[in-house]
Nanobody, 124 residues
Framework: QVQLVGSGGGLVQAGASLRLSCAASGRTFSSYAMGWFRQAPGKEREFVAAINWSVGNTYYADSVKGRFTISRDSAKNTVYLQMNSLQPEDTAVYYC?????????????????WGQGTQVTVSS
């Protein structure tokens, strides 16, 4: 059974940084990508960033390029999202997810391959 446990959210002021973590277990993820998505109140869930687990290629939404960095620690089976220069528009529930690269980039991920979400709130 796949389990993705996200953590690290919080309440910060604009300009601050946070690092989200997603601990993965239950299968081998070497052929998968891990991604972060977010959903703000009243908005649809959107792609934030992804990393190809085996080769380390990274992908970012335009809105976070240059501010967010996704990385992985294979030994810990954990993916991180370092978020710098946070802005109020980054406020959302952030979810980690796993799947084939194409699925992660398209957001078409199996229900069982989502983490539980962690709240990020950025005050102005």
């Amino acid at each position: 059974q796949v389990q993705l446990v996200g953590s690290g959210g919080g309440l910060v002021q604009a300009g601050a940084s946070l690092r989200l973590s997603c601990a993965a277990s239950g299968r081998t993820f070497s052929s998968y990508a891990m991604g972060w998505f977010r959903q703000a109140p009243g908005k649809e869930r959107e792609f934030v960033a992804a990393i190809n687990w085996s080769v380390g290629n990274t992908y970012y939404a335009d809105s976070v390029k240059g501010r967010f960095t996704i990385s992985r620690d294979s030994a810990k089976n954990t993916v991180y999202l370092q978020m710098n220069s946070l802005q109020p528009e980054d406020t959302a529930v952030y979810y980690c997810a796993a799947g084939p690269v194409r699925s992660v980039l398209a957001g078409t991920i199996k229900d069982d391959y989502w983490g539980q979400g962690t709240q990020v709130t950025v005050s102005s």
